[in-house]
């Protein structure tokens, strides 16, 4: 069933990411005050790609700080349409021991030409770092023995205490789980 499920979300994986949008590999245009176009270079941006055992470091920190680690694609939309609430959550939050790590799943082939013009377009803040590890099955319950592989999906940590959920956020919603491990 697991084999299954994970060939069934490699299959769709595989479809939504080559839908459209054919920009160049290198830059991302973006139209700012009366339509004069600005180049802004995603060569710059340098983008940590990690497998599983290398990833797995920043679910087990213990240094009283919160760690929210939010699991998503640039395909995804439920996920791109909560990622502003990670980027304010990490702005109103600068400074009071919590961290917001994006965990990009987009396929290796797409980071130059989605996921570092997608990080440059939305202003992303938030470190972004790719898990590129296809043993999807050997990896998702590592994360949490209760998680489908479905996104958007997030962890919440401080030390030994966490919270999975497998869905997606408004802020309010994600605010108010946050504050929970700050007490």
């Known amino acids: 069933m697991k084999i299954f499920k994970s060939l069934y979300f490699l299959t769709l994986f595989?479809?939504?990411?080559?839908?459209g949008n054919k920009k160049s590999s290198h830059d991302s245009v973006n139209l700012i005050g009366d339509n004069h176009p600005t180049v802004q270079s995603?060569?710059?941006?340098?983008?940590?790609?990690?497998?599983?055992?290398?990833?797995?470091?920043?679910?087990?920190?213990?240094?009283d700080r919160v760690y929210i680690i939010n699991f998503w694609a640039t395909w995804?939309?439920?996920?791109v349409k909560e990622l502003p609430y990670f980027e304010k959550i990490k702005k109103e939050y600068e400074g009071e021991n919590v961290e917001v790590l994006l965990?990009?799943?987009?396929?290796?082939?797409?980071?130059?030409?989605?996921l570092k013009p997608f990080i440059v377009s939305k202003k992303l803040k938030s470190k972004v770092v790719a898990l590129d590890d296809p043993d999807?099955?050997?990896?998702?319950?590592?994360v949490d023995s209760t998680w489908?592989?479905?996104?958007?999906a997030?962890?919440?940590?401080?030390?030994?205490?966490?919270?999975?959920?497998?869905?997606?956020?408004?802020?309010?919603?994600?605010n108010t789980e946050l504050k929970q491990f700050l007490k």
Not at 14 to 19: E, G, I, P
Not at 103 to 114: G, M, N, Q, W
Request: charged residues 25%.
């Open 148 to 152: 489908t592989g479905s996104i958007p």
């Open 14 to 19: 595989f479809l939504f990411s080559n839908c």
């Open 76 to 79: 995804c939309a439920p996920c």
């Open 154 to 174: 997030t962890m919440i940590y401080k030390n030994n205490a966490r919270k999975f959920f497998e869905q997606s956020f408004t802020y309010d919603e994600l």
């Open 42 to 63: 995603t060569s710059s941006i340098d983008l940590e790609v990690y497998t599983f055992d290398e990833f797995s470091k920043f679910l087990n920190k213990k240094d």
């Open 103 to 114: 965990v990009s799943l987009d396929f290796p082939h797409l980071y130059e030409t989605k």
């Open 136 to 142: 999807m099955n050997g990896w998702i319950p590592k």
